[in-house]
């Protein structure tokens, strides 16, 4: 998910139609394999942030532009205010959007690349299968982890816009949440409330989050979270 904002002038908006709150950014360097989660949902024109991003604000290595809460999730104050009201409405429609990973800083990218390199944390294929790393060579390995994670110093996360998202009322007592297409698919536990998201991010209606990862254009597989 994803807020539309310029985070740096001269650039393209990135999430949110009319403030900042997205998830990652088709990089070069990584051929789109900058990811972001809670992946903001659609993209108003909006209003710039008042003060344009630093290249360390923009790489994870400042979190000055940060806001905190109480259970230690960081996003940028623009996407805050956002999040509120479409917090309210999923509140109306029998839902309780929480999120699950907001900023990231550079450190933290660093440690989940390099837990996945080592195979210390799953790597999953498109349909939510662990990939056998083992039996890949390291430039295979470097694309299996592009498809869902990205490289350190890439991922919108570290923005503060982007965000991955989640329906608690949906889940059970005790479950431990994976983010895998099979939770998000329409049949998955949390379909009802990613549909509602769906309608809300195409009716212009949903505070100015969308999917930056909606589509696969051949980099970060589609991320419905």
Not at 6 to 15: E, I, M, S, Y
Request: glycine share 8%; proline share 6%.
């Amino acid at each position: 998910w994803q807020r539309g904002w310029k985070p740096w002038r001269g650039q393209p908006v990135l999430h949110r139609r009319r403030s900042p709150c997205s998830a990652s950014y088709p990089s070069s360097l990584s051929n789109g394999g900058a990811n972001a989660k809670l992946h903001a949902m659609s993209t108003f024109e909006h209003l710039a942030p008042a003060q344009p991003l630093t290249s360390s604000q923009l790489t994870g290595q400042d979190d000055s532009h940060i806001e905190y809460d109480d259970n230690g999730i960081g996003l940028h104050p623009d996407c805050w205010a956002a999040l509120s009201h479409l917090r309210a409405d999923a509140a109306e429609a029998g839902f309780d959007l929480q999120v699950v990973s907001g900023f990231r800083s550079f450190v933290r990218q660093l440690a989940i690349w390099n837990d996945k390199a080592r195979g210390e944390r799953p790597v999953h294929d498109d349909a939510g299968a662990p990939v056998a790393m083992d039996e890949l060579s390291a430039w295979q390995k470097v694309q299996a982890i592009l498809r869902y994670s990205a490289l350190p110093g890439s991922s919108r996360h570290h923005w503060g816009s982007d965000l991955d998202v989640f329906d608690a009322a949906a889940m059970p007592s005790g479950y431990r949440l994976q983010l895998t297409p099979q939770e998000v698919s329409d049949q998955g536990m949390f379909g009802a409330f990613h549909r509602w998201l769906d309608e809300r991010i195409n009716s212009g209606e949903a505070a100015g989050f969308y999917r930056p990862y909606e589509i696969d254009r051949g980099g970060v597989a589609v991320e419905r979270w």
